[in-house]
Structure formats: structure tokens, C-alpha cells
């Protein structure tokens, strides 16, 4: 492992990152009253967000949401543990995104090329990699059933991440809180795919089970 330095033995990457935080200081300076709201009033985001902790895949820049609108949940391949799986991240997300913010749509959006996906086509090694190894058999009903459907070499890595998407709403409805407010009409809950190469997002049509641009559905 090496870090980037340069010749006077700073460090590069923190360097980017303080200078980051230079830009957004200027920005905050200029909307000072816009983050004065937000730090003094409650949140109130429009949506719960599951997604995968790709770097290329950024929820607010994707959807244009400004700070406040989005409440995150990011993880490896965007799993949604069942809620008996021996995981609270994100139940204690869902618990809180839907009794204490009043969020009524919770969105899964997956993304083409996600490693965390293909992980388990590839060699995750158990004794190096003990969490990811298990976190990433979260993925492992969509390849299941990839496999069982035998689909064509080139459409099984779509096809496991639309499928793994399909499976994680699934388990969404696993959470008491989650089901409720499903039957009885407060809650939606979406499938999304984020296709990095043509920057746009499919969205999952449970009643017909395809797959369609979100910019396209008649809603
Ligand atoms: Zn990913």
C-alpha cells in the first residue's frame, strides 16, 4: 500500500480534499442563509435513499437534490438485509427515515458495474476479505437466479444487478413498518438502476416487471 505524496512529503489526497473543503467554504458563505435553515430546523428529506457506496454513483448529483432532501443509506452492492439478518445499518435507517422523518418513498437504486455485485462471480477470498466476503452474499439470490434462468453471458451482469434490485424490495417488505405502510398506501418503495455509460436510471415496473426510463414512465 502507498500513499501519494509529493515531493515534500504531502499527502495528495488530502490535499484534494482540503482544497475541496476550500471551494465549498466560499459556497457556503455565499448561501449562508440556506445552511443557517437547515442547521437550525428539523430535516425533512423527501427520500430514503439505498444505494451502493461507489464513488461514481452520487445520489445528490444524480437526482440534483440539494443538502436536506435526501436521506442516505450507502452500502456495498445497496443491500437491504432482511430483517432478521444480523445487520442494523440500515434497519435503523428504515426504522428512522419512516417514524421519526415522515418519509414516505424509499428508493434501492443499484448501478451498472458494481463490483459488489460481480464480487462473488470473481475471487472474493474469505480469509482476506471476512466482511466482505460475507456481506456480499447478499448478492447471492440474484445470481442464483441468474444462473437458473441461464441467461447469455453478455446480459448476466445486467441481469444480476436488475435481479438483485428486485430481491433487496423484497426484503424492504420484510420491516413491519415497511409492509404496513405498503398495504395501506402511505409508502412507495422503487427499484432504480443508475447506468453509469448513459447516465440515466431505469426504473423497475413492479405490475409488468420491466425495466424502464425514469424520465420516460407516464407519472
Ligand atoms: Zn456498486
Known amino acids: 500500500m502507498t500513499t501519494s505524496k509529493d515531493t515534500s ?10 482544497e475541496g473543503h476550500e471551494r465549498f467554504r466560499r459556497a457556503f458563505e455565499r448561501e449562508e442563509a440556506f445552511y443557517k435553515t ?3 430546523e428539523k430535516q425533512t428529506p423527501r427520500l430514503l435513499w439505498i444505494g451502493c457506496c461507489d464513488s461514481r454513483v452520487v445520489p445528490s448529483q444524480i437526482m440534483q437534490a440539494d443538502p436536506g432532501e435526501l436521506f442516505e443509506v450507502r452500502n456495498i452492492a445497496n443491500c437491504v438485509p432482511p430483517a432478521w439478518a444480523d445487520d442494523e445499518a440500515v434497519g435503523a435507517a428504515i426504522e428512522y427515515a419512516l417514524a421519526h422523518l415522515g418519509i414516505d418513498d424509499i428508493v434501492v437504486c443499484g448501478h451498472t458495474g458494481c463490483g459488489g ?8 477470498s474469505p480469509g482476506r476479505d471476512a466482511h466482505l466476503a460475507r456481506w456480499v452474499e447478499y448478492t447471492r439470490p440474484a445470481h442464483r437466479l441468474v444462473a437458473a434462468a441461464r441467461v447469455p453471458d453478455g446480459e448476466r451482469s445486467l441481469a ?13 417488505m ?3 413498518s415497511v ?18 455509460e448513459a447516465g440515466e436510471i431505469q426504473a423497475y415496473d413492479p405490475k409488468s416487471g420491466a425495466w424502464q426510463g425514469l424520465l420516460d414512465r407516464a407519472e
Open 9 to 18: 512529503g504531502v499527502d495528495l489526497d488530502i490535499k484534494d480534499a482540503i
Open 38 to 40: 437547515l442547521a437550525t
Open 117 to 124: 455485485i460481480a464480487a462473488l462471480a470473481g475471487p472474493v
Open 160 to 172: 444480476t444487478i436488475r435481479a438483485h434490485i428486485q430481491f433487496q424490495l423484497d426484503n424492504l
Open 174 to 176: 420484510t420491516y413491519e
Open 179 to 196: 409492509a404496513r405502510g405498503v398495504a395501506d398506501g402511505r409508502i412507495g418503495i422503487h427499484g432504480w438502476l443508475y447506468d453509469m
